[in-house]
């Protein structure tokens, strides 16, 4: 009989994993790979699934989706509601006092699918042992010999590529070796934790479990760790070593060349950097003086004897796969005319275009994609860039470094900015101001560290009050922030509690600090003095950041060890509201919103005061603060009307969605005012000549301006996809369109207050009276709406009546002008139309109608994701859907050739991984670290490209390799299986997770997208025995490597002839913290042996 405790758990356990709930369809599969096994309702004794899952209101609650699918979601048990419920207390100016609990049921905000910025990553640190060793299988012979304790794996270190090994320079820091009396240390040795592990991943998120903590309360900060660096670039690493050499002209020690890379550029220096040195003498001149040791050397500038450019020269023998794009240019330059030498001399770049790209590239420091340089400089500056600059890139070498993400397309470059100076400059003046302010809150020998920003990317916070946006008090909730602050109170507080402790503080000066004994509590708490008075004194609560009037005699010294903690109050800055930061509206709205609750935050500027959009996760949607509070500005009077039996003729329907809603344009106030402003913001825009009105940093709930139609539009950004790419909603047409970045533009600040104050002129309808509902519409229904109003000039509609809530009009929609009659009406004729019998489950996606004639035409327009669009780029229009039921489905390519298998290092030799699925040691699925950043610019394109074609039917087979569109994200798939109801069973090969999607979203894959190798790489944990694991193990296992960077290290591989079929053996290895190396088998060893001797 099975145990139903355990199968509630293992239930929890997945349905905690998923935010937006598991489909009953997909809940066994989630099940399975979980646990290995099914869910055994019938043992339980229930007939069905889903009556057991009716058994248990406690665990799991089912609803139904847009499709009419039953969705499992988990319920919010007290276990996980009293860990979300931080005890975190909120003061009053009035009341010091009690200890407020903030109910508020966090939800963590989903991370994207690939990392947010797409710049180059370097190598995580290597591992400075082996492990444990002969435990559950050990290692092989030949590559599993003990490595001496005295050395570490990094003096072997293998660059991750497919290279040799090679040594760490001398000169580069590396931390002290393990000792073998250090071993004790290295082991995880706390049978108890294991347990403890698996209820906390029973009862809170995943994500949360996963967030790193934070060393926010220690006495003496941390090492700072270097920022990630590019993978190592032959062309990058040349400019650089250019640059320092430039200003050592009298030589350069090479063993001084590390430090001095680390100090201008933040980035170790590549370890084959230096073995390529004596290669690259069109960069410098190498002198042995003492012996042929690397680290003897001298280093000079190259001499100007010959115009040799970067691009000519001999390449490294490092196989360096980012090196693809100096081969193919090299014969055409070396037999180039004098005409084309001329025009790759820097000198003929004209200063003024160098300065202008500058300002470009200034405005994205997450990089620019080098195709979009012509358009964006002519939009921007109104003259056309020359035509020789995409061919010789490297003529900007001195303003920005160019990386080649995409093998065989040397034109698909993206541009970064080189900011190091000011950065530095920055950097130092940041450090000024923070010395400045540690002088002026202490009046002590002591000093109080300054608040560290927590390093995950939605940290929780508490928002305390705001009197202004751009100073917003709040405090960081979680480890090392609340709960640091509560454990040092609670010692104040028994400290205080002793009468020889209290030392009074009888002649407070004002900045000072002390400890103040908060009034109708026994709460001792930290404070600064504000203002002296006679008998009184004003203080300010420097842990909850609030200002009070007190007596003299609540004061008393504050002891040296409360110095410890940085202060928790702090300040942030609300993006998209700086010119409205000070608006009584925005100021009401945000109190009533935020005011009091614990919300997340997105850290998008991490300076003294961050720039932050704030998350209130706490409703069924998320809902965007800054974005509610920028709605506060609008001017009610001006939105379109919408009043029960009211006609409007004039009536422009701008967008019929897949879902059955349309929006429409009624003649009204707002839309004529709106009409005039954005006359104005043409001719603004097309009057200046500036780099300012570029969008820089996209956030979601921005309101910005991009094309539709060839007209500058309101948009408001809805998602972004990476740095470069994102989804926008042009908010007065109802439509949804995915663009780059580099096609928004700021709105003028001149016509900001106006266009904010407008509101959205897009009215959201459905039909009344119709035999379904929206959500319900079948393809041809929905296809014969667009092609019947999409291209009528002249519309009327009469509201039937009006849901408030949604504020969605139920309307009668006419072609004419006879709206009196209802049986004239389009919903009439839909109704008596056969267009509502579909197969059962199979829908048009929800986001919004595909492509109809009443298409932009200017080149320069959206890219839509859901609407009528041309897509620029596309060899030929594509077969419209509207009215041409007869089109055959489309075949996927003929010979579609795969990308080549992805290359992996040799036995024995280490690589960064990414583990983006983990089910148990046996079965994970690993993603390599290095090139995760060309994934992400792999999906932008896709995104770009599948969002713009039409939704046409696609003959689906099994083992096909095609595009699949999965919540907003395109990705490369193989079809596992063809379902009857409609859905496909598909393999991500980038991810390695078995999804289930619907036949209308998926898209050939086009030959441009397969020249990545696919990314997931199937593998299983060495060092152990083979066995079935249990799901306590397989919760272990997955919350110490799933969603983490670790470094593995190549035991075995299975090799097949495709990539979904290859499998590797490989040792895992955590080497996130700084005084010791996590190796999971290790880990996963000493749980079974705990699990052994505990039966």
Known sequence: MADEELVKKMVRAVLLSSRSGVSLSNLQVEYKDLTGELIPYKQLGYATLDALLHSMPSVVKLDKGQSGEVVCHATTGNEVTRITKLAARQHTAKRTGRPQVVNCQMRVKPAAPFVLNARPRTSLRQPDHRGRLGRGGGHRGGHGDPVSRTGSMRDSQFDGKGGRPHSTPLNTPTRRPSLPSERSDKRMTLPSRFQKEVHAHLSQNQQQSNAPSNLNENTTPAKPKLPHSAPYSPKLVQSRIKEVLNKHSNGLWVSKLPPLYREHYKQDLPNE??????????????????????????????????????QSAATPPTPDKSQFHHNKPQTQRSSATSKSSTLASPRDLPPDVKQKLGELLLKYSSG??????????QDTYKCKLPEFVLDHLTLLSDICTIDYPMPDNSKRAILYAKVLEDENRNQSGL???????????????????????????????????????????????????????????????????QDI???????????????????????????????????????????????EVISKSKLFELHEKFYRLPFQATKCKLAGLESFSQEQAVLKRFESMATGKILLAEIL??????????????????????????????????????????????????????????????PSRGLTKLNGILEKTENYLH??????????????GKNCLARYKGKWSRVEITNLHGSR????????????????VTELREIPPPLLRDLISTPPQALKCCLADLPVSVGSWTPDAVHWLRDTVLHCSDCSLKIAKVDESKRLAHVYLFTSKNFHDTSCSLNQQLADLNLWNHQKDVFLSSRGPSKSLNAPTNPATIHNTDVQDKAPHTARRMLSLLGSQ???????????????????????????????????????????????????????????????????????????VCAAKLENNWYRVLVKGVLTNGLVSVFQLDYGKHELVSCTQLRPLTQEFCQLPFQAITAQLAGLKPRQWSEEASIVFRNHVEKKPLVAQLDSVQEASQSWDRKVVIYLVDTSQEERDIWLHDIMAEFTDEMSNAA
């Open 431 to 497: 450090a000024g101001s923070e010395t400045k302010e540690t002088v002026e809150r202490c009046l002590s020998s002591q000093t109080v560290p300054s608040l560290v920003i927590p390093r995950e990317e939605y940290p929780s916070v508490l928002v305390v009050e705001a009197s202004d946006t751009n100073s917003v008090i709040l405090r960081y909730i979680g480890e090392g922030y609340s709960k640091a602050q509560e454990k040092l109170e609670d010692e104040m507080r028994e400290f205080y509690g």
């Open 605 to 666: 500027e991490r300076k003294e005061v961050p720039l932050m959009v704030l998350y209130d996760t706490s409703q069924d949607d998320d809902i965007n603060i800054n974005a509610a509070c920028m709605k506060a500005l609008q001017d009610k009077s001006l939105e379109s009307p919408l009043k029960v039996n009211s006609a409007y003729m004039n009536v422009n329907v701008t967008s019929v969605c897949s879902d059955g809603t349309i929006y429409c344009q009624v």
């Open 687 to 700: 009057s200046q000549v500036t780099s300012e009105l570029l969008v820089s940093r996209p956030f979601c």
């Open 273 to 310: 950097a230096l073995k390529d040195l004596e290669h690259w003498t069109h960069i410098c001149s190498v002198e042995k003086p003492c012996s042929n040791k690397p680290q003897e050397m001298l280093l000079y500038p190259a001499k100007e004897t010959s115009q040799i450019t970067p």
């Open 501 to 547: 402790n209290k030392v009074a503080l009888t002649s407070p000066l004002s900045g000072q600090l002390t400890a103040v004994h908060a009034e109708e509590e026994e709460e001792i708490l930290r404070a600064q003095v504000c203002e002296v008075m006679a008998d009184k004194v004003k203080v300010y609560y420097v842990d909850h950041g609030f200002s």
């Open 886 to 960: 007869s089109a055959p489905p489309c075949s996927p390519p003929v010979q579609l050739a795969l990308p080549p298998l992805l290359e992996l290092p040799e036995i024995g030799q280490n690589m960064d991984v990414f583990v983006s699925v983990a089910c148990h040691p046996g079965h994970f699925v690993l993603q390599p670290w290095q090139d995760m950043y060309k994934l992400v610019d792999l999906m932008g394109e896709m995104i770009l490209h599948y969002n713009k074609m039409e939704e046409k039917p696609l003959k689906v087979e099994k083992n096909q």
């Open 368 to 377: 620019l994609w080098a195709h979009a340089l012509p358009k964006l400089y």
């Open 725 to 740: 790419v994102l989804d926008i909603l042009f908010v007065d047409v109802g439509i949804r369109a995915s663009v780059e």
